[in-house]
Every structure is written in C-alpha cells, then in structure tokens.
C-alpha cells in the first residue's frame, strides 16, 4: 500500500452493485472511496476530488456512457481508468481501447482480481508519469541549451533537433525531422577538409568523442565555425542504437583567438624590438664587438636545433645570445677599447659584465632562464670559468652550447687588442677542450654545421 491514502472515484449507476464494490474496496484497505452514479457527474467532480484511480463501468445511465466520461476524464485530469463491465463485445473494446484504460475487468470479478489490476494501474500510471516528466525536463533542457543538438536513429535519420540546430542549420524542426542527415545538413571537418556524413559518424569509431573543429555551411552560403562532437546511444544489450552530435558555435572563440593572436603578435614584436634596443644599447658602448652577440646567437640557436632542444629552449638560446653582453655597459669604454693587454684589475672588472649583465635582465619577466644563462656563458665543465668557477652540473644546458658559440666568434672575429685568428683555430680550442672546458654535444655540434658550411651573417 501507498504511505498517502489512495482515493478511488468509483463510477456507477446500479446501487447494490456500488455498495458492494465499496465494501470490497475497504476490505481491501482502500478507505477514501468517492461514488458517482453518471458520467456527467464524474466529469463534473473529478477536478475537485482529484482522485488517484477511477473505476469506471461501462453501460451508465444518462447521456454519457463510461467510455465517452473517460475520454473526457482524461482531458481533465491524469488518473488511470480501469473499466467495471459485464460487457465484451468487440465494439465495446474497440471503443475502450481508444481511451487507452490502464484495466479492464469483467463482471463479476474476484477481490484479488481487483486489488491486483489497481495496484499495477497505480504503478504503471507512476512510472509513465515519471516518464512524461522527465521527458518534458529533457524538452526544457533542449530548448534552453545554448548548444546545436541533433540526434539520428541507428539508419541516419534525424529524430530530434532542438532550437540552436534549426538556427544554425537555417532549417526547421518539421523539416529535418525523419529524414537522413546527411541529406539536412553540411559539415566539414577542419582536420580533414571532408564533409561528415551518416556513414563517416556511424564508421567514426569515437573520432568526434572530444570536440573537434569544423565547419557548418548552411542553406544560404553562410560559414559557422563549430566544435563538433558524437555519442552513441547505447541499448540494454550495449548495441549502439543511434548517436547523439553536439555543435557548439565557435564564432566567439574564433573571434577571440584571433584577437589573441594579433596581441601576441604585438607583444612578440614588441619584445623582439625590445631586445635588440637592449642588444645596441651594449654594442654602443663596444663597437668594436658591433654584431658579436647577433652572430653567436645565431650560431648558438643552430646548435641547439642540431642537438634536437625544444623550440622554447631554442627560443631562450637566441635571446640569451643577442643579450649575453648586455653587461659591458658598466664596463668604461676604454677598457673595452684598449689595443694591449688588459692589466688584472681590468680582467677583474671585465668578468663582472656577467654579472650585471643578470642583474639587469633579471628585472624583465622572461619566459625562459635567460638571466641565468646570461650569468653563466663563462663557466666552463671543469670549474675553470667564472663568475662562480660552477662545475658541469651547476650549468645550465643553454649556456654550455652559449659558451661554445661565444668562444668560436670571438676568436674569429677582429679585436681592438689582437686580429682575427680566424676559424680553424677556434674549432682547435673547441677541439682541445671537449668535456673538459667544454661540453662535448655542443662542441661537436658546432664543429659540424662548419663542416657543412655555416657561416656566420655579415654585420
């Protein structure tokens, strides 16, 4: 039994057959029983007593009969209807059957009979009404969502389309509907250029399970970017019976990226600029080292592409070697012009250009170490360099292959206090000093792109 009572509205017209059935019902537990004794006055009550179930006998006197007051019953108000009749003839049913009744039993009839075809009228009439409810919050959901959905029968044929698909798809709902997709609808994968079809959905062994990019071409020759994705609708017996596609309008987003790309765009040549104003600034101060640090970031980025780093790694090379002396502008000039030997009290200043050279890009929020690299372009693998004598561990990736480029163009290159000593040279320094002062992948990489030809780029 039910935790609120159950209220029955029994209809019919022959008293001692209405007493008995009561009596039966209470037997029975039913306790809240309203009788009525005409269709017309089950029709006029029912809103008000709002019953659970009705019992509805057939053959009534006035002008409605119980088939004729259940069709109107059910326009009024949702209860199931369970018919009380001696009659079963073919047109009767035909009849009762319209009205869809949730029972249909012949007088006379048992307790157990009754009791039983209640009890499941009032269960079936749960779950159906369950059903509806979840149906009309499903419709809801479809209609409000800002999302396109469609969804296909397990032959390709549309069986529903909400609101954001037809406007998309600058098509109606009646007019998609049952009919196959690929006849409805246009849509390109980006990643392949091909038109998806029922046939590539159904074949597409979850490639659209994540979304993915492309492109609606609608009726009227208008582009939509969309991110695409399908589900399978799956049966008890885990067979696939349809799919499920959902287009989410990437307009905004392509719009966005854009946006996006155009400011990173700015930004990237802002920061190119940037760095080459900080780039003159140093070889202002040294002319006669004018083009050194673009010619070693050159040759230090080619060894690190030939050593196979990562493109930001690259990236970190190259502006770490257009700025690696940025330093020397807190050396005087005329150390950093003198034709002779430097005494040790100019060395010891020299060296600290590496320092200072960290502390002012130190300040700017690189994305990469380059502070770092740029402090250490003077260690060497055995703890002979400086500022810090760092041993090969202690050295960062980037600034042993800075070190080699820097080492190779320096001695290649004129200098206020000695000529160029030219590049075959530079390659022996390289040569002797391999996994002891050098770091011997970058070492070897550098003697390689000489070998085929590199040359560094004119001033």
């Not at 809103?47 to 006197?61: F, T, V």
């Not at 369970?82 to 073919?90: F, G, M, P, Q, R």
């Amino acid at each position: 039994m039910q935790d609120k009572p159950i209220t029955i509205l029994l209809v019919e017209d022959e008293p001692v057959i209405a007493l008995d059935i009561r009596r039966r019902l209470q037997q029975l537990g039913y306790s809240t029983l309203v009788t009525v004794t005409s269709g017309e006055e089950a029709v006029q009550r029912a809103e008000s007593i709002a019953p659970d179930i009705i019992l509805m006998d057939i053959i009534l006197s006035g002008s409605l009969d119980g088939i004729d007051a259940a069709a109107l019953l059910r326009k009024q108000i949702s209860a199931p209807v369970i018919y009380l009749t001696a009659h079963a003839d073919e047109a009767t049913l035909r009849r009762a059957m319209i009205t869809e009744p949730f029972g249909y039993i012949l007088k006379p009839f048992e307790d157990r009979e009754l009791h039983t075809c209640i009890e499941m009228a009032l269960y079936k009439h749960r779950m159906e009404s369950d059903i509806r409810n979840k149906e009309r919050w499903f419709a809801t959901t479809l209609r409000s969502i800002g999302d396109a959905v469609i969804t296909l029968d397990g032959s390709g044929f549309v069986t529903i389309i909400n609101a954001a698909a037809a406007r998309i798809f600058e098509i109606t709902e009646e007019r998609a509907t049952g009919r196959l997709f690929s006849d409805q609808f246009r849509v390109r994968d980006d990643s392949t250029g091909q038109i998806i079809t029922t046939r590539t959905i159904q074949a597409s062994n979850g490639q659209y399970t994540q979304p993915s990019p492309a492109t609606v071409e609608t009726r009227s020759g208008r582009i939509v970017p969309v991110d695409i994705s399908v589900s399978g609708t799956i049966d008890p017996l885990d067979q696939t019976t349809g799919s499920v596609i959902v287009l989410r309008d990437a307009t905004d987003r392509k719009r966005s990226e854009e946006v996006l790309r155009t400011s990173l765009g700015q930004l990237r040549r802002t920061f190119e600029q940037t760095v080459l104003a900080l780039a003159v600034t140093a070889e202002k101060r040294d002319p006669y080292t004018a083009g050194h640090q673009t010619r070693v970031a050159k040759l230090a980025c080619a060894i690190a592409d030939l050593l196979g780093l990562h493109s930001e790694s690259i990236e970190a090379v190259r502006v770490a070697g257009t700025l690696h002396d940025i330093g020397k502008i807190y050396i005087p000039a005329e150390i950093l012009a003198k034709p002779g030997k430097l005494t040790g009290l100019e060395m010891d200043l020299m060296r600290t250009h590496t320092t200072v050279g960290r502390d002012i890009l130190s300040q700017i929020s690189f994305p990469w170490p380059v502070a770092d690299i740029v402090h250490q372009h003077h260690e060497r693998l055995d703890g002979s360099g400086y500022p810090n004598g760092l041993s090969a561990k202690d050295i960062l990736q980037e600034a042993k292959i800075l070190a080699v480029a820097d080492v190779v163009e320096a001695m290649s290159s004129h200098r206020p206090y000695r000529p160029s000593l030219g590049l075959p040279p530079a390659l022996d320094e390289l040569r002797s000093g391999i996994g002891t002062a050098y770091d011997k992948d970058a070492a070897e990489a550098c003697i390689a792109l000489f070998d085929v030809g590199f040359t560094f780029p004119k001033d």
